[in-house]
């Protein structure tokens, strides 16, 4: 069985400090994707990265990156100076090979 | 607008009663996904699609439940006798790769 787990269940931060979303996931498949998924208030999830179990080189976009270190099955997101429109529940998600296993979400909030 | 589609976006009904959501997905993709969200979790499977197939059902899915894609293009998902439980948002994906996600369809069952 997949399973994923974010174990922050809320994170408040200010304006323009950085802040680390944790991921840690469980699964037999040797190969598998990771997904980080942004649900902002208006409700609609917003795909924001997909890595594949062979690919561990660490992604960078903009202010977003992600490091993915399959020896403690962690794939961790981090948004650098972050915005009040970073404000949103964060979902980790894995797949083995259709169906998405998400965990409960990390909600954001950035004060301004 | 090219991305997933789902109606309606909210539905009020009372228990005991029929309700049906349609999904749109994006006009490329052979991948059509319901997926179930209840307060304060993550998205749950439900089924999966490849073109008109329905090749996996989760056991969330009981047998209240049916989901059907005519044709490989939209799709519709029916909840017979729906009960308070059934109270969620069901979000329809569709994927060639990675899985975008409609606005999804609020239910409330009184």
């Known amino acids: 069985a997949q399973k994923v787990t974010q174990a922050q269940t809320e994170i408040s931060v200010v304006e323009k400090e950085d802040v680390t979303l944790d991921c840690v996931y469980e699964t037999r498949d040797t190969t598998y994707y990771l997904f980080w998924y942004k649900q902002p208030p208006s409700g609609e999830l917003v795909f924001l990265i997909r890595?594949?179990?062979?690919?561990?080189q660490n992604e960078i976009s903009g202010r977003y990156s992600w490091n993915f270190q399959k020896s403690t099955s962690s794939f961790n997101f981090t948004i650098t100076a972050s915005q009040v429109v970073d404000s949103a529940v964060y979902f980790c998600?894995?797949?083995?090979?259709?169906?998405?296993?998400f965990g409960k979400g990390t909600k954001l909030s950035v004060i301004p | 607008d090219t991305g997933v589609s789902q109606n309606p976006r909210h539905k009020i009904t009372k228990r005991g009663q029929n309700v049906t959501f349609r999904c749109d997905p994006i006009?490329?993709?052979?991948?059509l996904y319901w997926y179930r969200q209840t307060l304060g979790q993550g998205p749950e499977f439900l089924t999966y699609f490849q073109n008109e197939a329905q090749l996996e059902k989760s056991r969330l899915l009981s047998d209240r439940f049916s989901a059907e894609r005519p044709k490989g293009s939209f799709s519709t998902l029916e909840i017979q006798r729906t009960e308070q439980g059934d109270s969620a948002m069901y979000l329809c994906?569709?994927?060639?790769?990675?899985?975008?996600f409609g606005p999804g369809t609020r239910l409330t069952v009184l």
């Open positions: 994906a569709s994927s060639f790769g990675e899985q975008f």
């Open positions: 006009s490329e993709h052979n991948r």
């Open positions: 998600a894995l797949s083995g090979s259709y169906q998405l296993t």
């Open positions: 890595r594949n179990s062979f690919d561990e």
